[in-house]
């Protein structure tokens, strides 16, 4: 989803909906103000509701994964695998580098979790295809509203943004239930 069907969705909520959203219109102070919103947003679905995760092949230097030549930049290591034995192996970061306890490992299988850039007003969205454009609107809506100044709408949209968060991350598949017993 590109940012703009988010910023048109959240100037409907805000009573907008006649405002145009394209690259020319992008340099009005409140576009710009919505921008700015929305990918605060955006870094905060990645880093409390649905993370964005990237596995990548990397070389081992010394029992040592640098950071640098990590794809993005890496919020958080979850699991290093050696490539070639395909063993799990334990670490420890450092500010610059992941170190493995396996020294005799050559290249490892990362997996972590990233940051977001900052998107502009025509660019694609980096975040969960779970996450809608109704729902990454209303987080736009409430940042939007707390700045500036009306709080009882920032805290109305900010509860449905919630609402839609657990929605959205929420596991989906069957329900079991356990076979019970009467006596």
Not at 41 to 53: C, D
Not at 104 to 117: H, N
Request: net charge negative; charged share 30%.
């Amino acid at each position: 989803m590109q940012l703009k069907e988010a910023i048109r969705i959240c100037l409907t909520y805000l009573g907008d909906e006649d405002a145009s959203v394209n690259a020319q219109t992008a340099q009005h102070p409140k576009l710009k103000l919505l921008v700015k919103c929305a990918n605060l947003v955006i870094q905060e679905i990645a880093a409390e509701y649905a993370p964005l995760l990237e596995e990548e092949r990397v070389d081992v230097d010394d029992g040592k994964i640098f950071l640098e030549n990590l794809l993005h930049k890496s919020a958080q290591i979850r699991k290093v695998v050696d490539a070639d034995s395909g063993l799990e192996s334990n670490f420890y970061l450092t500010p610059t580098h992941c170190a493995v306890a396996n020294k005799d490992m050559k290249r490892a299988d990362v997996l972590y979790s990233y940051a977001p850039l900052e998107v502009d007003i025509e660019e694609e969205c980096p975040i969960s295809p779970t996450v809608g454009a109704k729902t990454l609107a209303l987080g736009i809506c409430a940042e939007y509203s707390m700045i500036c100044g009306m709080y009882e709408q920032s805290v109305m949209y900010s509860d449905r943004f919630k609402e839609d968060m657990r929605t959205a991350v929420r596991k989906k598949g069957n329900v079991k239930i356990k076979p019970r017993r009467w006596y």
